[in-house]
């Protein structure tokens, strides 16, 4: 199954053309007018459509994940590329605003100031394994950079080497062809290649999706670089669920299914996986999850090396002295049966720093607990997460909720996203996700990497003080010719040409 071996890498010299063309391309590509970005990342997704039934068997090969997932996977691709495209034709993530001088202001006399955001430069993006579209060559870091006006080196991942080529071909032909210069969107290969992008001084942010030592050595050569950057990088999360004693007991059977569901989707490949669950003891989960969860057959992960990965993790579980294995899963070739451990509560506290810790694949743990005292207590061991569940009812939110106020307060200091009464394991494109976390679910726990507030990672402001009007940036003269939402001396943001 292995789909991970050497990479044929990008040389130097290559490297440095890529660098040098996208430097060359930043300043034209930031100040292209909104509607001609907007129409570039509209021909990438359309070229990326037109070729699915070429991709889709490229990735399938590569990937080892079903056809349905694959093209549904795609459509997610090409729809976050138009509604950046739609965001920036809005043009509110300028955030322009106006300041007029006023000779009376205190504490002394304030000149004309004009405020917008900029794009940063050139990015640097490392695609996933898990999402060979989505959050891969053209997935939402790329797309939401190219929104930006940064242009985009995005260093391939090893596991769908032949659909990264092919993907950034058609992505590349299609901005350039849209009117982007040249250099705007390139594609390196290899992890040195990856690495000197990152060290290089062209390059302004960078952006990541993967596991906690991968990214967490690409932010500490960012931040080493003698002019450090800002660098992204979604890593490791457990992704809790809490269910609370009334949950369990009127709606038993929906969590467990939809919890068994969760966790093994995608053969546990997801980054939203809930890895663990809490539940109250007594209550019936153990058996009933097990019985579930042995019916469930093998199936193939990633690659080899997710597979080895998978393996230490459930080794490091089942092998816990304050763990039992409830389902032992079974597999050979790269494929595996879900695994199913669990321990307590008391236990999971005493040995947080051995059981707190993602293990990436078709496997879970289940934590009883005996009082709902412990749920909140519990929360505050964990790291940062990307979500945070509570699985509870009507009565668990009424007048009567402080347990669960208790709980949720602690979620939300831990977590990007807090979820009542779903799961995690699905995350909407759209203008309120939040897709990140505190460490080490992510490097900057600010920004998200879904959503189009994703684009600010890649811009920066910058104040023009007392400039004639025909100096400025379009979006901040007098006319507005752009026609971008601005605020006026503090008033709300209005189109006000």
């Not at 906690?212 to 669920?241: H, Q």
């Not at 699905?426 to 189009?452: E, F, I, K, N, W």
């Not at 007392?466 to 709300?492: C, K």
Request: with cysteine; proline share 8%.
């Amino acid at each position: 199954m292995s789909n991970t071996g050497p990479e044929t890498a990008t040389e130097p010299d290559r490297l440095e053309e890529i660098l040098a063309a996208a430097q060359g391309a930043a300043r034209a590509f930031g100040r292209m007018r909104p509607h001609a970005r907007a129409a570039a990342l509209r021909a990438a997704a359309d070229g990326l459509d037109a070729a699915g039934d070429e991709l889709v068997p490229i990735a399938r090969r590569e990937s080892h994940l079903p056809e349905p997932r694959l093209r549904g996977e795609l459509a997610r691709t090409t729809f976050q590329l138009r509604l950046f495209a739609d965001t920036v034709e809005d043009g509110g993530f300028l955030r322009a605003a106006i300041d007029t001088p006023d000779a009376e202001w205190p504490p002394g006399p304030r000149p004309d100031l004009r405020r917008m955001m900029a794009a940063l430069g050139p990015v640097a993006v490392f695609g996933a394994g898990n999402f060979p579209f989505a959050f891969s060559v053209a997935g939402g870091d790329t797309a939401s950079a190219l929104a930006a006006g940064c242009p985009v080196v995005v260093k391939a991942h090893p596991g769908h080497p032949e659909l990264s080529e092919r993907t950034a071909g058609i992505v590349a032909a299609a901005v350039t062809g849209a009117g982007a210069p040249e250099g705007a969107f390139a594609l390196v290969r290899g992890e040195q290649a990856g690495r000197a992008a990152v060290q290089d001084p062209r390059i302004t942010a960078g952006a990541f999706t993967g596991s906690l030592a991968g990214g967490r050595a690409l932010a500490d050569i960012a931040a080493a670089r003698p002019e450090p950057i800002p660098f992204y990088a979604e890593m490791e999360s457990l992704n809790p669920v809490f269910v609370t004693a009334d949950a369990a007991r009127r709606r038993r059977d929906d969590v467990i299914d939809g919890y068994v569901g969760s966790f093994t989707l995608g053969v546990g490949q997801f980054c939203t996986k809930p890895g663990i669950l809490f539940a109250p003891a007594g209550a019936g989960f153990e058996e009933a999850v097990a019985e579930r969860v042995r019916g469930l057959a093998a199936a193939p992960l990633l690659n080899d090396r997710v597979a080895e990965g998978f393996d230490r993790g459930v080794e490091r579980l089942s092998g816990h002295p304050a763990v039992h294995t409830a389902v032992a899963g079974t597999g050979a070739a790269g494929e595996r049966s879900p695994s199913l451990f669990t321990t307590t509560a008391d236990d999971l506290l005493r040995h947080g720093e051995d059981l707190l810790t993602e293990c990436f694949g078709p496997a879970s743990l289940l934590v009883a607990y005996d009082g709902e005292h412990q749920l909140a207590e519990a929360a505050r061991a964990l790291k940062g997460q990307l979500t945070a569940t509570v699985q509870g009812t009507d009565a668990d939110a009424g007048a009567d909720a402080g347990p669960v106020r208790e709980l949720l307060d602690e979620l939300a200091d831990r977590a990007g996203r807090v979820l009542w009464n779903g799961w995690p394991t699905g995350v909407a494109v759209s203008h309120a996700m939040q897709h990140g976390g505190p460490y080490p679910a992510t490097s900057a726990p600010l920004h998200t990497s879904v959503g189009t507030a994703a684009i600010d990672r890649f811009l920066r402001p910058v104040t023009y003080q007392s400039l004639p009007d025909a100096l400025l940036p379009e979006a901040l003269q007098d006319a507005n010719p752009l026609g971008v939402p601005r605020s006026r001396d503090g008033a709300p943001a209005v189109r006000d040409a």
